[in-house]
């Protein structure tokens, strides 16, 4: 079975923090794809990334990056010296050769001022 | 470039009322379309996806139903509303290829009275 487990319900940091959100998933495929999405309060999802599963380098964007690791079945995600404006709802999904995503039930971040 | 709409961004219906909400897509064709309803502070429940005009896949059985009468176009309805049925109700799109990435509307914020 598909599984993607985001432990994290909530976390809060002070500004200017960094911040790593967990993801771990299960397939049994060896052809998959990962994404992250963030929900901000207005609540369109908005994609990040997509990592397929050939592909371990980590990635980095600006202050956000990620760590993807098949030994362990992780996809995570870190925000470098945080903002308020990354206050959201963040998802970690999974697809693999049928139309449906798996969405983990997503982590809340709160960035305090 | 791609764009989705959803409308009507809230809706405040009593229970027992008809239900449609519609969502398109501009820039691009033949897109897979899918359904998604999201409870206050819960995860991403998937309910409907179609790769085509008239093509519908039910995750749910449940008082909902959706259609794709144009290309572009997927409506979710219903005949009566049910309490259960608040939510946030998000519409979402991908490219041909089964684990591209999904792109979200805006939502719909449905609360049922």
């Known amino acids: 079975a598909q599984k993607v487990t985001q432990a994290q319900t909530e976390i809060s940091v002070v500004e200017k923090e960094d911040v790593t959100l967990d993801c771990v998933y299960e397939t049994r495929d060896t052809t998959y794809y990962l994404f992250w999405y963030k929900q901000p309060p207005s609540g369109e999802l908005v994609f990040l990334i997509r990592?397929?599963?050939?592909?371990?380098q980590n990635e980095i964007s600006g202050r956000y990056s990620w760590n993807f690791q098949k030994s362990t079945s992780s996809f995570n995600f870190t925000i470098t010296a945080s903002q308020v404006v990354d206050s959201a709802v963040y998802f970690c999904?999974?697809?693999?050769?049928?139309?449906?995503?798996?969405f983990g039930t997503g982590t809340r971040l709160k960035v305090l001022a | 470039s791609q764009t989705i709409h959803q409308w009507p961004a809230t809706l405040v219906q009593p229970v027992g009322s008809p239900l449609s909400l519609e969502c398109t897509v501009e820039g691009t064709s033949n897109p897979n379309l899918y359904w998604y309803r999201q409870a206050a502070g819960r995860g991403l429940q998937l309910l409907f996806y179609?790769?085509?005009?008239?093509?519908i896949s039910s995750e749910v059985p449940q008082n909902l139903s959706a259609s794709r009468p144009q290309d572009r176009q997927f409506i979710l309805s219903s005949k009566k509303l049910l309490l259960s049925d608040s939510g946030f109700y998000l519409c979402?799109?991908?490219?041909?290829?089964?684990?591209?990435?999904?792109?979200f509307g805006p939502g719909t914020r449905l609360t049922v009275l």
């Open positions: 999904a999974l697809a693999s050769g049928t139309y449906k995503y798996i």
């Open positions: 990592r397929n599963s050939f592909d371990e």
């Open positions: 979402a799109w991908t490219r041909l290829a089964d684990t591209d990435t999904q792109y």
């Open positions: 179609s790769v085509g005009i008239g093509q």
